[in-house]
């Protein structure tokens, strides 16, 4: 570093290429560096104070932008950089807002400095949101068939990234007419036109492509976040277009492998938490055809592939999970998921009736409890009461809206005891409709069979009532029960007073800790928050 560092201060052109050429092939593959913060500072500072000086030629600043990307793979060391005059310098290399070209390897070896310098210093995101004509290039860019793919890729990643570590630039990001450029660059990404029949599908897409358009779909979900708030006219189109794509790749079979190969197959279904209401003409659309075939789902003259994609996840995700032994990350994995078809089953009818069919069958006669067995329906009533209190929330939630949000229904599927927990939070535990997030037909899809009304059920679990239970208090005088009552009390004080349980008292003041901390319209739902988890030093 230090010997690179005096090269560059010869001002002679040719050592200092030699110099970086060296440095860059002995610590391409580094991650981490030996030297201390000054030293590296210092060299940042040459290399800074090299790319703006006369001796240098294309090549020297594609070199110079390629040693300063290895080093903002650590975040210490940037102090000249971080600066709003350093942030318009490697803006400008990108060839935003500057007069000289600049070749293509020179724009993506900027991009990818941009990108590190967002991810590990989150406040720099606003100086170069800050210099002018920047958000606009790098959207032309994203949305421009012209553009090679590593700029298209690497402008994407870092409008992802400048809207999830600043949800503030969100608004500039809409404003710049974020939203369509971003359905621009979905759509070449995938080789659409946006003008595909109703049972288009997508070919074969290369490597490239489907990063690309994963990485894309990252950008959508964040800045349709803040679209959905008031959502101008031209916006609303490119939502609805964003819907039929999203259908697209859902019911395109070879896009929806597993999810570790294929990123389509996660961010799709991340783009469908924020789908807008009255979609089932362009998410589920009509079809003269009464059958299905290897790839198409028909449901009552509906084209139901996507949302029977949507459920064969869910089962997917769900099979052999034990609902007190998940792992936060499968949990957080599921989370997404679950709140993205909750959503769709909100916003579209279709997908509703479909889903609540296959989850919900119409009961018969009740011969075990609704969490017992390993149907799709047991193993999400069982989530209803795991320890991670986003999934338990977000499951009860997928329920409750294909129950039209009807608290009584709800218990009727679910039992009493796991339906409490939402209920408590909508303020319907005394059954009834709450205020609903939809608006559900009045007619009624599930009238109870002649069997489900000749079960004996158990209102609190939701099973059949055993034929030989018997009665605890049987044969008690009433001061018999009035001991049994005080012990029982005596109880319910021991543990509040060693702090197993706290009691929620009518009438007086209620214990803080006996409301759950979210709403379950709300809980699950990824923020806008598309973290910047995966690596994204380049």
């Not at 946006?194 to 990063?211: F, R």
Request: aromatic share 4%; hydrophobic share 35%.
């Amino acid at each position: 570093m230090e010997a690179c560092s005096s090269a560059l201060k010869t001002g002679d052109a040719s050592i200092s290429l030699a110099a970086l050429q060296t440095y860059i092939l002995e610590n391409k593959d580094k991650f981490q560096f030996e030297q201390t913060d000054s030293v590296v500072t210092n060299f940042v500072s040459d290399v800074f104070q090299y790319l703006g000086s006369d001796i240098v030629c294309r090549d020297g600043q594609r070199y110079g932008l390629n040693t300063l990307r290895i080093l903002t793979r650590q975040k210490a060391g940037f102090g000249d950089v971080l600066t709003q005059d350093g942030a318009l310098r490697l803006v400008r290399f990108t060839g935003a807002g500057s007069d000289i070209p600049v070749d293509d390897a020179t724009a993506v070896e900027s991009l990818k400095c941009l990108c590190n310098l967002t991810f590990q210093h989150h406040s720099f995101s606003d100086n170069i949101a800050a210099c002018e004509g920047a958000v606009a290039h790098l959207l032309q860019q994203i949305s421009s068939k012209d553009a090679v793919h590593d700029i298209r890729f690497y402008s994407t990643r870092l409008v992802f990234l400048m809207s999830a570590v600043n949800q503030s630039l969100r608004s500039p990001i809409r404003q710049a007419d974020g939203l369509h450029r971003l359905c621009g660059g979905l759509l070449a990404a995938l080789g659409l036109t946006g003008n595909e029949g109703d049972c288009a599908t997508i070919g074969e897409l290369s490597q490239q492509c489907g990063d690309l358009a994963a990485e894309v779909m990252k950008c959508v979900f964040n800045i349709s976040m803040e679209v959905s708030k008031e959502p101008t006219e031209k916006e609303v189109k490119s939502v609805m277009l964003l819907v039929k794509v999203a259908r697209i790749v859902l019911s395109s079979p070879h896009l929806m492998g597993p999810k570790d190969i294929n990123p389509l197959r996660s961010q799709v279904t991340h783009m469908l938490i924020n789908m807008p209401p009255n979609c089932d003409d362009l998410f589920l659309p009509k079809t003269h055809s009464q059958f299905g075939t290897d790839n198409t789902v028909i449901h009552n003259c509906r084209n139901v592939t996507a949302a029977e994609q949507l459920l064969r996840q869910l089962d997917e995700e769900t099979t052999g999970l034990c609902s007190s032994n998940i792992s936060s990350s499968t949990a957080n994995d599921l989370v997404p998921l679950v709140t993205a078809i909750a959503n769709c089953a909100r916003a579209c009818s279709v997908a509703r009736r479909y889903w609540r069919q296959k989850v919900l069958p119409t009961l018969g006669n009740v011969v075990s409890r609704p969490d017992e067995g390993n149907s799709l329906k047991a193993r999400l009533v069982r989530l209803m009461t795991s320890p991670h209190t986003n999934l338990a929330a977000t499951v009860a939630e997928f329920l409750f809206v294909l129950c039209k949000e009807n608290a009584g229904r709800f218990v009727k599927y679910t039992g009493y005891g796991n339906a409490a927990g939402l209920l408590l939070q909508r303020g319907m535990l005394g059954g009834g409709r709450g205020e609903q997030t939809a608006d559900y037909s009045s007619d009624s899809d599930d009238s109870d069979t002649e069997e489900y009304r000749e079960s004996k059920v158990n209102v609190m679990t939701g099973g059949p009532e055993p034929e030989d239970q018997v009665d605890p208090l049987a044969g008690m005088t009433e001061e018999e029960k009035e001991a049994e009552a005080e012990r029982l009390g005596e109880l319910m004080t021991k543990l509040e007073n060693t702090g197993v349980m706290k009691v929620m008292r009518v009438g007086g003041t209620p214990s803080s800790a006996g409301a759950p901390d979210a709403s379950p319209a709300t809980a699950g739902a990824t923020d806008s928050t598309e973290t910047a988890s995966e690596p994204a030093c380049a």
